[in-house]
């Protein structure tokens, strides 16, 4: 077994995303040693920082062991030991930094979205095309954990005909008078390929054309809610961008789908983006890491009282229950993928139609209080547990 490197230049690395996520896994590969080629090697990234504060960019590159860098873009690009060119720099200008990277022999990886305009990123991925070149966009939101678990029930035909999607993504994002932004101030700016359609639908496009179905109309209404806000000098600058978008999506089999995306928005959810999907057989609401289901046999009969409040709950033959369960990652005995409907049977699955690979992760533990008709079950997982790796 040989170890074998590639160059892989990185712009824009001393920002969020750069540093935070894209360095981050990059310095997780080479912690793991690389990754298994199909014939035994071991292909190890050797990251270069490159960007336009030469301070930053050193602190950066000490602090993760003494990683090269430059703010020279002409001499990285010439360099022949630097195979791919990535680009997690602010949106605008994309396209032609892609383009000289192309022109320049690298591959390239982008950070959504490649371009602002259609005929720009179609003109990108032809370039690179005719090249020879590889290409590709992030579309890291596919593998997060609980958008796995959902594509889990979906390949297990748990929902049955899908009725509804409902994607609810946001956060308050301080306009930097009482508290400093959370987002750099080009994500404001048109000049600099800034709004929240821009950024943020094309994670939405990726999502429903792999995971939720493919879009076949839009209609989409946005405004600019925060029209004056402070960038990272504390100077005040003109909003020209939208902040709050509302659209519903038209799928392939006539599924409507709504969406909603704000930086305006004060969150009382369980997570920043949650997804749901109503299905005739069962529904489920997942996050960034957790997923959450409820079949048709524990659907709860609705109580609406206007005059006094209700704690929710569902009760049948004098059993209480979560009417919401945890879908989670688990095995049973011999890695069978199994589920279990009735709370009065918790140690008696029976096996599901889809069998998972083999998971390491252990069974989460089964706890149920009292016995006989009254009693509350209390297990982590209730009605309907769905346990797939």
């Known amino acids: 077994m040989a170890a074998r490197t590639i160059g892989i230049v990185i712009e824009g690395a001393t920002g969020r995303l750069g540093t935070t996520q894209h360095l981050r896994s990059l310095m997780a590969i080479r912690g793991e040693g690389g990754l298994a080629l199909a014939n035994g090697d071991r292909l190890l990234p050797v ?5 336009r504060n030469a301070e930053r960019l050193a602190a950066l590159a000490d602090a ?3 990683l090269k860098w430059s703010i020279d873009r002409d001499t990285i690009l010439a360099d022949p030991d630097i195979a791919i060119y990535f680009d997690a720099s602010a949106t605008g200008g994309r396209p032609e930094r892609a383009g000289t990277a192309i022109h320049a022999g690298k591959h390239i990886y982008l950070e959504k979205p490649i371009a602002e305009t259609l005929p720009a990123a179609l003109g990108l991925a032809r370039q690179a095309q005719r090249a020879g070149l590889k290409n590709g966009v992030v579309q890291d939101k596919l ?4 958008l796995r678990k959902l594509r889990k029930l979906y390949d297990v035909e748990f929902f049955g005909r899908v009725l509804s999607v409902r994607l609810d993504f946001g956060w308050w994002v301080f306009d930097g008078e009482l508290y400093p932004a959370q987002r750099p101030s080009w994500n404001y ?7 929240l359609v821009l950024d943020m639908f094309a994670h939405w496009r990726y999502i429903f054309d792999r995971l939720l179905g493919e879009i076949k109309a839009v209609s989409c209404r946005h405004t600019t809610t925060t029209p004056k806000r402070r960038d990272e000098n504390d100077e005040q600058y003109e909003v020209d961008v939208e902040d709050h978008a509302f659209a519903t999506f038209e799928l392939a089999d006539g599924v409507l789908a709504q969406v909603s995306s704000s930086w305006a928005s004060r969150v009382k959810r369980d997570d920043l983006l949650q997804i749901q999907v109503d299905g005739t057989l069962g529904s489920a609401v997942c996050g960034l890491h957790r997923c959450f289901v409820q079949p048709l046999v524990a659907t709860p009969k ?3 009282d206007p005059e006094r409040p209700h704690r929710w709950s569902s009760t049948s033959n004098g059993r209480s229950c979560r009417t919401w369960s945890r879908c989670a990652t688990a095995t049973a005995p011999g890695g069978k993928c199994f589920s279990d409907t009735s709370p009065r049977t918790l140690r008696s699955p029976r096996p599901c139609s889809k069998a998972p690979e083999a998971s390491s992760s252990p069974r989460p533990a089964i706890k149920a209080t009292g016995s006989g008709a009254g009693s509350i079950c209390r297990s982590w997982h209730c009605d309907r547990r769905v346990l797939c790796s």
């Open 47 to 51: 990251p270069v920082l490159l960007g």
């Open 64 to 66: 993760q062991g003494g």
């Open 143 to 146: 593998f997060l954990p609980g």
């Open 189 to 195: 700016r048109r000049a600099t390929g800034g709004g």
């Open 302 to 304: 609705p109580f609406f």
